[in-house]
């Protein structure tokens, strides 16, 4: 495709313009190697758009963007020839549209894809190469089921993996996370479970570590709506108007309640962030992991004005200062010896101080701490950006200091500092069965759980259920996910440890499409896509209106591709246990026993054929926007937090007592207070020198994650490039659209930069996702960012420290 003018009309118009209509036939052209090599028999190369359908089906945009989308399939002799959004109601706010981005717009380019998975194949070449044969449905099945059962009577079902993945998400039958919500999740545990893991990719860091701070499991902040109360918002490394870029998402929740508030919107990000470009009102350019040390001085200038909230800190936390230390950790620093220098590291985190770590002028960050301080309410929210850091867990109870000292916790416009909440519609999911296997291991540390695992402890790597890993990883399950190679740091040394076969003994992919983390595959199983059965969808992050999307069969399965719930149905009777899988019922049986249960609960949602009808489901939130901890502001004795002393948390014993307790790597720290901690490959580590740019491989409008990584008018419109800024491009000799090299001791990626002062100088951006592509020497040409990232657990998550890595660029 060669018109931008043609992408142009697929961001703004809801349906195709007539310009677009006039366009058809020569986009369909841009695919056409998918006609010629007759891959796709029966879709339309060329030609006008059919006057009328055969039929229109609703389904969805099921990817893990946090939004979740309608789309209405236009379907003619078995083919999908358009797409087209909601157009239910008068799209007033509440029953708003949810219009899906140009992601979604595109989705004809993922159904109908050369890297469709058509049969199921097994590896004949070397693990990684790529080189496959086809075999038949029933050699797959019994291969797999043959090495199950070897391979559970040798080493146990903690042999047994279901690795990450995301790549279909949202539905409730066919959804790929989390994997204990998968079929596979289902066929398992009815075969003696598998080996967990704990925490994610997206926010393992912010989800082990707020917590502390505020109790309970995953902590929420106001709801997006409740910005309509709010004066001021703080956006730390959030970016919905790319992540969450459609009518669903918080981009237009964002920009709906900013300008029914008139509330400024500061942004705080190495990038100058398309919701920086569109919604905000001031960019503060920071250095990636020093999030705490600028908190710390905006702490030092509100105690020292006295503009911060000493009654609410009084009265609702404690670790703030000496008086207010929990019992039996006098001895140790308050927050405010911390910041005034008055602790043990005698250091005052002033504004001078922080400007040498953060790159923000001293002098606007005392501005900002007394209009932070003094516009009430203020709104703070992180996106999972600063916490993917190697000091992750310090910058995000760093971040929720802000709120905190504030006094904006627990009343309208204010919040937590966490990630913004949303109204939704409860439905009961596909039961899938209680894992028998208690053990468990973070999501980032399969790797060590293959080639490490008797040595894997509690007290140094995580494992949970158990002091130790007893035995290794020997068998892995991949469905929808690409976070065996491409989305996990490290990706050459990743390489190395999965082509041992002599470690992992067998590696099932099922997925839609030829992904790089399928070439590792000793068994690939070609699933349908969302659009090949039948599903439902719920909303994900959005305002106060909660939606359900029926996921109505568009076209017939192509090629030999079958659903992963009918695939595990025939393992399961493999394996012997093919009636407790089943219990007798097809997806649909089981669609209908989502929807009937829901109903027990929610007697207002539609049957199963009314809602097949409507196609979508939308309910307005009819309460107050949502406040977090409200009850507890209101009467704290009668709320306790569950925190150890009931109150908020900003001195952590719980804390304090693991770092003292668990055996950490050299140089990483788990302390009681959220303060600034240097690190490897941070701002200050002398490998500078060497590799003098901060990388960060933040999210793309290209792709979500990896997926829509193939489709060529996502990768038209937006470009995998390196962002460079003009400082550190004149200093190299590079211009706009030169080949360049991005590298460091872990690896090489061969990609176009984009110099621009939307990045700030010391820092470059490499979006994640690009598709892993090494050449015979191992260099890679796509841009792939996780050749340069380091595979390094963060101190408490053992999250992935994706944002930490030091590189240099030359031209190529
Ligand atoms: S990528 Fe996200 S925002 Fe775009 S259509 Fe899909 S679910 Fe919606």
Same mark, same amino acid.
């Given at each position: 495709m060669s018109d931008n003018g043609y992408i142009q009309d697929l961001i703004t118009d809801t349906v195709m313009s007539r310009r677009s209509f006039m366009k058809w036939s020569a986009v369909m052209g841009g695919t056409a190697a998918l006609f010629a090599n007759g891959a796709f028999e029966g879709v339309q190369a060329s030609g006008e758009i059919p006057a009328e359908p055969d039929k229109i089906v609703w389904n969805a945009c099921v990817v893990n963007c946090g939004s979740r989308c309608p789309l209405r399939l236009y379907v003619k002799d078995g083919t999908v020839y358009r797409v087209d959004t909601d157009n239910t109601g008068d799209d007033t706010w509440g029953q708003h549209q949810v219009r899906s981005c140009v992601r979604g717009h595109s989705i004809r380019q993922r159904i109908y894809n050369?890297?469709?998975?058509? &049969?199921?194949?097994?590896?004949?070449?070397?693990?990684?190469?790529?080189?496959?044969?086809?075999? $038949?449905?029933?050699?797959? &099945?019994? $291969?797999?089921?043959?090495?199950?059962?070897?391979?559970?009577?040798? &080493?146990?079902?903690?042999?047994?993996?279901?690795? &990450?993945?995301?790549?279909?998400?949202?539905?409730?039958?066919?959804?790929?996370?989390?994997?204990?919500?998968t079929p596979i999740a289902r066929m398992m545990n009815c075969f003696g479970g598998y080996l967990n893991h704990y925490g994610d990719y997206s926010a393992a860091q912010l989800e082990s570590s707020l917590p502390m701070t505020f109790g309970g499991g995953w902590v929420m902040n106001n709801s997006i709506e409740d910005v309509v109360n709010s004066k001021l918002m703080v956006y730390f490394g959030n970016n919905p108007c790319e992540t969450r870029m459609s009518g669903g998402g918080l981009s237009y929740s964002l920009q709906h309640y900013k300008r029914e508030s008139g509330a400024k919107l500061i942004v705080v990000d190495p990038r100058y962030t398309d919701t920086g470009v569109n919604s905000a009102d001031e960019w503060i350019p920071i250095r990636p992991g020093t999030d705490a040390a600028f908190v710390s001085a905006l702490a030092y200038v509100m105690i020292s004005e006295n503009i911060h909230d000493q009654a609410f800190l009084d009265k609702y936390t404690i670790g703030f200062d000496r008086d207010h230390m929990p019992a039996g950790y006098e001895d140790q620093d308050s927050y405010k010896d911390y910041v005034m220098g008055t602790g043990k590291d005698k250091t005052a985190k002033t504004p001078q101080w922080a400007a040498a770590i953060t790159g923000i002028p001293a002098t606007r960050i005392v501005e900002l701490a007394r209009e932070m301080a003094l516009t009430k309410p203020m709104f703070v929210t992180q996106g999972w950006g600063p916490q993917r850091q190697a000091n992750g867990e310090q910058n995000c109870r760093a971040i929720s200091m802000l709120p905190i000292l504030t006094g904006n916790v627990g009343i309208h416009g204010g919040g937590t500092g966490a990630r913004e909440s949303g109204f939704g519609i409860g439905l009961t999911s596909f039961p899938t069965l209680?894992?028998?296997?208690?053990?468990?291991?973070?999501?980032?540390?399969? !790797?060590?759980?293959?080639?490490?695992?008797?040595?894997?402890?509690?007290?140094?790597?995580?494992?949970?259920?158990?002091?130790?890993?007893?035995?290794?990883?020997?068998?892995?399950?991949?469905?929808?996910?690409?976070?065996?190679?491409?989305?996990?740091?490290?990706?050459?040394?990743?390489?190395?440890?999965?082509?041992?076969?002599?470690?992992?003994?067998?590696?099932?992919?099922?997925?839609?499409?030829? $992904? !790089?983390?399928?070439?590792?595959?000793?068994?690939?199983? !070609?699933?349908t896509t969302n659009y090949e059965k039948t599903d439902i969808a719920v909303n994900g992050d959005t305002s106060n209106m909660g939606y359900a999307i029926f996921c109505d069969q568009a076209i017939e399965p192509m090629f030999e591709a079958k659903s992963v719930y009918d695939m595990c149905a025939e393992i399961a009777t493999r394996l012997g246990v093919g009636d407790k899988y089943t219990e007798g019922k097809t997806t649909e049986d089981w669609l209908h026993y989502c929807v009937d249960e829901t109903r027990k609960t929610n007697p207002d949602f539609p049957d199963y054929e009314s809602f097949k009808k409507m196609g979508i489901y939308k309910v307005t939130n009819k309460a107050e926007p949502y406040v977090a901890f409200q009850a507890f502001r209101q009467d704290p004795e009668a709320n306790k937090l569950e925190t150890p002393s009931g109150k908020i948390e900003i001195f952590s014993s719980t804390l304090h007592n693991i770092g003292q307790k668990w055996e950490l790597q050299e140089g990483d720290v788990i302390t009681g207070l959220p303060i600034y901690m240097e690190t490897w490959e941070g701002v200050s580590d002398p490998l500078k020198e060497k590799y003098p740019l901060q990388m960060i491989s933040a999210h793309y409008?290209?792709? $979500?994650?990896?997926?829509?990584?193939?489709?060529?008018?996502?990768?038209?419109?937006? !470009?995998?490039?390196?962002?460079?800024?003009p400082i550190d491009a004149a200093a190299r000799g590079i211009v706009h659209g030169d080949k360049v090299y991005v590298f460091n001791d872990r690896g090489r990626t061969h990609v176009l930069a984009k110099v621009t002062p939307r990045i700030m100088p010391g820092v470059v951006q490499l979006p994640e996702g690009a598709w892993y592509a090494p050449d015979a020497n191992g260099v890679d040409q796509a841009g792939c960012p996780n050749v340069l990232t380091r595979y390094r657990p963060s101190p408490l998550a053992k999250g992935d420290p994706m944002h930490t890595a030091l590189v240099q660029i030359e031209k190529a």
């Open positions: 050369p890297d469709r998975l058509k &049969y199921p194949m097994k590896r004949v070449g070397k693990r990684g190469s790529g080189e496959f044969e086809r075999i $038949t449905w029933e050699e797959a &099945y019994d $291969t797999i089921a043959n090495k199950l059962k070897e391979l559970v009577g040798k &080493y146990g079902n903690e042999s047994i993996y279901l690795n &990450y993945g995301t790549g279909t998400l949202g539905a409730l039958i066919c959804t790929s996370w989390p994997p204990s919500a209680t894992n028998p296997v208690k053990t468990a291991i973070s999501v980032f540390n399969w !790797p060590d759980a293959i080639r490490n695992a008797t040595e894997m402890t509690a007290l140094k790597d995580g494992v949970k259920g158990k002091d130790k890993l007893d035995v290794p990883i020997k068998f892995i399950w991949n469905y929808a996910g690409n976070a065996l190679i491409n989305q996990h740091a490290e990706a050459n040394l990743t390489h190395k440890i999965l082509q041992d076969e002599t470690m992992c003994e067998m590696i099932v992919v099922v997925d839609v499409h030829m $992904t !790089p983390s399928a070439r590792y595959a000793d068994i690939l199983l !070609p699933d409008k290209q792709r $979500t994650h990896s997926t829509y990584g193939n489709v060529p008018w996502m990768a038209e419109a937006a !470009p995998q490039e390196v962002w460079i800024n």
